[in-house]
C-alpha cells in the first residue's frame, strides 16, 4: 500500500475515533431507599456537562425512589418493565451515525413510553426524534446546564406522577 493511503487511512480512523475516546462510562451505583415510591435509571455515556446534570437528578430523586445509575453496555439487558423511568444519555457522533448502542436499545424499546433521552452536540441548534420520542438535546456548556436540567426533571416528574 502507497504512503500517503496509509497515512490518509489512519488520519481517518484517528477523526472517527477521536469522539468515542472523550466519552467516559457512567460509574455503576444504585441509590436505594426503603420506601421508594419509583424506580429510575440512568445509563448512557457521561462527560463533565452530564456529569453535572447527574448528580444534581441523583440528588433531586434518591430521597423518593431508587435510582442505578448504569453502563451503556447494561442498557441492552434492560427492559421497560425494569424501571419506571429510563433516562439515557449519549453525545452526537457524525450524526448519530455511530451510536450503535444506543440506535440497539432504541430499537428494543420503541414501544415504552418511559424512556427519555439526553443527547449533546457541538451545534447547540441540533435536534433528535426517534420515532415519536423527542430528546432533550444541548451543547455541552456550562450555560445550559440549568435548562438541561430542569427539562430533564420536568419529562422525570411527569412520569413519576403517572405511577
Sequence with gaps: MHQTNKWTIASIIFVLMFPLSCAKHIPEQRFVNDNAKFDLLIGGLTSEF??????????RYKDQGNVDLVNFDKLNQVQCSDY?????????????????????????????????????????????????????????MVDNEDRVFNELAAKIDVMISKI
Excluded: H
Design 50 to 59: 452530564k456529569e453535572g446534570i447527574v448528580s444534581r437528578l441523583v440528588e
Design 84 to 140: 419506571d423511568v429510563i433516562l439515557v444519555m449519549d453525545s452526537v457522533q457524525a450524526w448519530s451515525l455511530f451510536n450503535f448502542s444506543l440506535k440497539s436499545f432504541l430499537k428494543k424499546t420503541e414501544n415504552c413510553n418511559n424512556v427519555v433521552l439526553l443527547f449533546t452536540a457541538n451545534d447547540p441548534e441540533w435536534e433528535y426524534q426517534y420515532n415519536d420520542l423527542d430528546a432533550i438535546t444541548s451543547a455541552s
